[in-house]
């Protein structure tokens, strides 16, 4: 018999994270859908969740994730995905992930189906603690590209997108050519941060964010900080005298040929400090 979708809470577990990642393991494990489902209620999530390959995690409308601790809340390994996601930081000692993508798994190619889907991650402990989305990649080979990431709204934490790519001992690793449309930063300390060299062996190049909104606040210091090649960033930023920082973009000494299109930001709040950057 092949199953539609899977329900979550038709499994068992010593609580909700190990309830749902017995969905996940029996998804991956069996023919028949790939889809797990939650049901519309909270779940309070105490330990990681791994998306295991070929499997979507669908969040129902009024489902939730309600995060007490301090761990990486969700990892998605290649060709798993995550829809309707709404996760809530209820605990002020959590500092980690929470949404995690790691180059190891090799995520390229364009016919690959990893994709990040309609998306709120909220911070209401009031810390201001903790990484929304990362991306990070350190090992030979290792690659994170051509992923989709629609809709995310970020809200309350430290740093909303961090792109992360390490020198490895051999080779190259990448995080490039990505695609980040409809995103929402809203009163988070950092904004977007690119952590990488120019170019290779380890770089941050080619991605691209369209139609952003972002409202900073009293605790933002940075809306941008970018390192990498080819990058672009189009969208709008709100009430930009909040922000005492004076340099609200920075371009890295290992940048090139990005390009910021927020024409709300006036060019004396960006410091460029790289190559062939458009402001």
């Known amino acids: 018999m092949i199953v539609m979708t899977i329900l979550a809470d038709n499994f068992k577990g010593a609580n909700d994270a190990a309830i749902v990642q017995a969905a996940i393991d029996y998804a991956f494990a ?5 889809t797990v489902l939650l049901s519309d209620r909270d779940y309070v999530i105490t330990a990681k969740v791994v998306i295991k390959q070929g499997v979507k995690l669908l969040f129902g409308y009024a489902s939730r994730f309600v995060i007490r601790g301090n761990f990486r809340v969700l990892e998605l390994q290649r060709n798993a995905s995550l829809e309707g996601a709404y996760i809530a930081i209820d605990d002020v000692n959590f500092n980690s992930q929470v949404i995690y993508l790691d ?72 995080i490039n050519a990505n695609r980040f449309t409809d995103v929402s930063i809203d009163d988070c300390v950092q904004g977007i941060i690119f952590i990488s060299s120019e170019s290779i062996p380890n770089e941050c190049s080619g991605n691209f964010f369209t139609n952003m909104q972002i409202q900073p606040s009293a605790k933002t210091v940075k809306l941008f900080t970018i390192s ?8 709008m930023a709100w009430d930009l005298s909040l922000v005492k920082n ?34």
């Open 103 to 174: 180059g190891k798994y090799k995520y390229y190619n364009t016919w690959n189906k990893t994709k990040i889907k309609d998306i709120n991650i909220v911070n209401w402990s009031g810390s201001y603690k903790g990484t929304g989305l990362h991306l990070y990649s350190n090992g030979t080979g290792h690659e994170i590209s051509f992923v989709n990431f629609e809709n995310i709204n970020i809200a309350g934490l430290n740093t909303a997108i961090r792109l992360q790519s390490v020198k490895p001992a051999t080779g190259y690793s990448w």
């Open 246 to 279: 004076n340099t609200l973009v920075e371009f890295t000494s290992q940048s090139s040929y990005n390009k910021i299109s927020i024409r709300s930001i006036p060019a004396s709040r960006i410091a460029d400090k790289g190559r062939f950057n458009v402001k």
């Open 30 to 34: 069996n023919k028949g859908s790939k």
């Open 228 to 235: 990498g090649q080819y990058n672009e960033f189009y969208g």
